[in-house]
């Protein structure tokens, strides 16, 4: 089918080619003209505005955002709602927050056009060779627009989840699970690291890949990051997040549902990120107020 | 090569068997006579006694004890450190602690006899068709038994992780991994069941599993469980544990290193195993002395 | 000071007789005429509508809400925001979260009129008696209210803590310690009550309240709770919570801040309320597909 | 009446003059003869020797330990059990385990001699002016000895709390509690530091304490603490920790209670003592490996 693709990042650059592999009509779009005229060479029918994108398509329209979750989306989302006609379909593919997503979609709705999220996971190899996704929206669009992502992924990496937002929350929760996960892996190999025991990492991680219960594609990333640095001797333990373990937390405690292990992750997450903690001063100066116990001067 | 095997549960009967595929001479016992006679069936040579299973094997014998952990292991080590001769091996492929494998092999050194500690995964189709053994002890004698290590595991499944105790240790991580991995899952799980989503949960855990990043064999697990019990309403959530999780949170302390992911999974368990708890009723009776919150009353 | 009260709840029904006892002049209203009735008989000024509230005090008007939290507050300082002029006061002393009374102070502003937020703690025998009070706003406008915080207060309960959102800011940090303090005591009691220790609860609550480094306001009411059922036999461990904990953990989060302890609270807090659990419908389905672990079925 | 005192360090050397103060004979002894003199002059009979203390008793002796928990008191009731007679008591008034307790009680009972454990509290002030003590033994024993203990109190501040391994076990219990209490404060300031307003950290402490349901000896040590560095800037945020808390843990997974709030305190200070985690590393790399992120180069 035709489709438009707005955000030519990594991502969406990747998944544009991948669509013109399966024989898709790709107008594509984003802000860097460059990306535009590179993906043009594959086949890509160029467009260097948003208005053009529109253009370009007949209705019922079909137009993919693979850009950030947040204002770009935002901003995007506004402006296509006057541009689009009714049944024109607006396909989220980024990490949105799923209730940016059912409020969207609501506002889409009043004219008629419909929102399809789409949770995306396998990284930038994936969007280039076959992907998994989870898509929510209702069942007669999501019928009209299927073979992009059956073609897009891998095989059996496509769920139609359900109604508008249950992909993105899907997502979310992947990548919840995704924090538990790594955080258990490191806290193993933490306690090795400390162990009397002289392991080589890369060794263990592949054993585990081979029979054991814990073998998963993270274990193998792990074997692959001691290959290339047997003690991570070179990297600092800075561990960052992009939002959707914070969601997940969050949508845990809106649902009183008890999430501790996902809620620790995320913490000692953010733990990472400081040098020293206030909490910590705090319990030391309270230490040495009753115990006399000693703190260690700056 | 000839090798005793003292236990012949699921997992030693299995590994039994494994040995007599990849043609080494098993010498079987076990308490109950008719696993011993079951055996010899299938070419084993059968021992009614420990004592017979040391007089049927030349020196230097090598013994794999498949019993369980804790008592059975510790009275069979004390029967054998007697029956055997300087330079004979036990190998000790049940889930026991590291510290009693370390304990063991200072006793068992007085009298020359080396010990070999193995942790096993991979369940019992593991121990029947190739399992993942880590496995610590001395070069020299695990250059002696190495055959039967590689003979019984999957491709890549065998690592002679180190020193005596290091593969039970090795094993033990592997379980607080698993304990960390598996309740992360059963979180994420738990937030879907109470979305506002109609979820197929099979479909989620394929859909995971191809393509996506928390793709693991816990997760195919998952999509076979959901397969037979579609929301699992068939059973109680209660989760038990057999002590791995429990001495790696003891050792991540003894190490001081933090580890709230394993240590929650395993407090998560226990608390499961609890219709109502004590530290409930103390917060209860606190807020209504304080507030006048109301009571729940039994 | 004259003053209207809007709310004889509990809490404002005490808090006003208090302010009456100190001789300030109390306009009262409430949706129940009863209330405001019973009240009057005190010396407060009655009032049967909002309107008539605003229209009994001379500008600038100072008027104290202590109505729940979200949509009643919502809906009255709206309906206020039409009725006061430039320079009235608006106190809310009711458990808003912080980001609410920020917008609020905002939109009132616009109008001249100013928000005072208050975090009140110490039940409704404080509130009868004297408070602690946490109090936000900007100085001008405190100076000419304080009186009636002071007047209201226990000695040295009183505290201006800064610019308006940090009262209530302030009593939600307060609550999210108290969860925290709570849980820490209620785990304790849980362990002596494992323990083959025969402990007399309330004894043990009492030698800690004299001399111990965990004595405390919350120990006292611990030690009287155990005086009226020494085993809390007669009320289930069902621990309700009012939102205050969960904007502690969702500001934690929203700062970066690690806090385990108050998040861990809330989730237990969380996990009282189910009587099973479907994270641990899936631990246990898991097992059982990897080990061949017994589950309970219902 | 009369009692050997052995171990003069501060909280020895404190509690030995209450009991002076109180009419009590002690016999003193330390490592330290200074302290043994140091002590005489304040009316002790000086012991430069444990024979010379036990020598120095009339039967049935009663000698109080105040030395530091393990090797130490291991060494001296090993000492004594081989000095005493039948029906002497052993008071142990340091932070053993209470499994040492029960262990040393069962070995000493062989003899006859009795052991009492003194969990106390409090501190060095306390240890002079009026401890919190908990104490184990058999009725009969406690009976003999008590006076000491009520003398050496502040009023309610002693309980017999139990059969032998009940002061110690309490005394544990105690200082969990301690952990999660000063933890759930110190969570509570780190949120207010990151907050956007700026608070007065002793004036918060101050109005908490005043009618607040958090006022709490430890919320006024905070009020202390934050009296001499008003942000604490001078200090560094490494939480050291002495054993109890450990235990208590350990203690509470033994007994298959969840304690989550003391076992993340406990592990919040361990992750204070490295300045960067092995964990973090992991998941730095792991993030790395599937998303491209990048990893903070050391």
Chains 1, 2, 3, 4 share one sequence.
Not at 242 to 251: A, N, P, R
Not at 270 to 289: C, I, M, P, W, Y
Request: hydrophobic fraction near 40%; include cysteine.
């Amino acid at each position: 089918m035709k489709i438009g693709m707005i955000g030519l990042g990594k991502m969406g650059y990747n998944l544009a080619q991948n669509l013109l592999d399966h024989k898709h009509e790709v107008v594509a779009n984003d802000v860097n003209r460059e990306s535009v005229k590179g993906l043009s060479k594959y086949g890509a029918i160029p467009a260097y505005s948003v208005e053009e994108v529109v253009n370009q398509l007949e209705k019922p329209r079909t137009i993919w955002l693979m850009v950030p979750a947040g204002e770009i989306t935002e901003s995007l989302v506004e402006q296509l709602s006057h541009l689009l006609d009714e049944d024109d379909v607006i396909i989220d593919g980024g990490n949105s927050n799923y209730k940016d997503s059912l409020r969207r979609a609501e506002l889409l709705s009043e004219k008629g056009v419909h929102l399809v999220d789409v949770g995306t996971s396998g990284g930038v190899d994936g969007a280039r060779e076959g992907a998994c996704m989870m898509v929510g929206g209702p069942n007669e669009v999501i019928q009209r627009v299927e073979s992009i992502f059956v073609d897009t992924t891998i095989e059996n990496g496509y769920l139609h989840s359900g109604e508008v937002g249950s992909g993105h929350f899907l997502k979310m929760i992947h990548n919840g699970i995704e924090y538990g996960m790594m955080q258990a892996i490191a806290e193993g190999f933490d306690i090795l690291d400390k162990s009397p025991f002289a392991y080589d990492y890369e060794k263990v991680a592949k054993v585990w890949n081979n029979g054991s219960v814990v073998r998963s594609w993270l274990m193998e990333l792990t074997e692959s990051a001691f290959s290339k640095d047997p003690k991570l001797d070179e990297i600092k333990g800075i561990m960052n997040s992009s939002g959707e373990g914070k969601w997940t937390v969050e949508t845990a405690l809106d649902f009183q549902v008890p999430a501790p292990v996902i809620a620790l992750s995320l913490m000692m997450r953010n733990r990472s990120l400081e040098d020293d903690t206030f909490t910590g001063k705090v319990v030391a100066a309270l230490r040495n107020e009753f115990g006399g116990h000693e703190v260690v001067k700056k």
